[in-house]
Antibody, heavy 118, light 106 residues
Framework: EVQLLESGGGLVQPGGSLRLSCAAS????????MTWVRQAPGKGLEWVST????????YYADSVKGRFTISRDNSKNMVYLQMSSLRAEDTAVYFC???????????WGQGTLVTVSS | DIQMTQSPSTLSASVGDRVTITCRAR??????LAWYQQKPGKAPKLLIY???SLESGVPSRFSGSGSGTEFTLTISSLQPDDFATYYC????????FGQGTKVEIK
């Protein structure tokens, strides 16, 4: 059974930094691209960032480019999202998702809440 | 970015109704489209991929159709468990979600 477990969310001040982690299990982690999707309170889903399976490519939404960095450790089955220069508008639940080869998300974690506020 | 627009934003329906949600892409995405169901406080759940392929374990009352720029998600007979918010997502060029359609009890 595929399991994705996010951690690292919390309250951070504007301008601050936070690192989210996603622990994966139940599949051959190193062969799948992984993605972060966020959802602001009461709003829809927003794609944030994707990292390819073999670290060939990383992709970012314009709203986070230059501030967020996605990475992965295939030896630990972990994917990370380093967030810096955080803004109030980054407040959201952040979901980790396993991407099927075509680009849709076949499995999701339960999400971790990031609140940016002074 | 490829913008995705869903309609309606909210849909009121009764158990047993046939429900159709539309998703339009600003440019052609061939069949690179997925549909998700999300309930409050939960992660999204994949229903349909490649516009019309049913994800394993998803009830057959859900179906998807369309290609190019116009797509539909149909629930043939709405069940109590289906009251939720539905999102389309394109994966032709990067990844974009529609704004969501909330299916509520009439």
């Amino acid at each position: 059974e595929v399991q994705l477990l996010e951690s690292g969310g919390g309250l951070v001040q504007p301008g601050g930094s936070l690192r989210l982690s996603c622990a994966a299990s139940g599949f051959t982690f190193g062969t799948y691209a992984m993605t972060w999707v966020r959802q602001a309170p009461g709003k829809g889903l927003e794609w944030v960032s994707t990292i390819s399976s073999r670290l060939i490519g990383t992709y970012y939404a314009d709203s986070v480019k230059g501030r967020f960095t996605i990475s992965r450790d295939n030896s630990k089955n972990m994917v990370y999202l380093q967030m810096s220069s955080l803004r109030a508008e980054d407040t959201a639940v952040y979901f980790c998702a396993k991407e099927h080869g075509s680009g849709y998300y076949s499995s999701w974690g339960q999400g971790t809440l990031v609140t940016v506020s002074s | 970015d490829i913008q995705m627009t869903q309609s309606p934003s909210t849909l009121s329906a009764s158990v047993g109704d046939r429900v159709t949600i539309t998703c339009r892409a600003r440019q052609s995405i061939s069949s690179w489209l997925a549909w998700y169901q999300q309930k409050p406080g939960k992660a999204p759940k994949l229903l349909i991929y490649d516009a019309s392929s049913l994800e394993s374990g998803v009830p057959s009352r859900f179906s998807g159709s369309g290609s190019g720029t116009e797509f539909t998600l149909t629930i043939s007979s709405l069940q109590p468990d289906d009251f939720a918010t539905y999102y389309c997502q394109q994966y032709k060029s990067y990844w974009t979600f529609g704004q969501g359609t909330k299916v509520e009890i009439k």
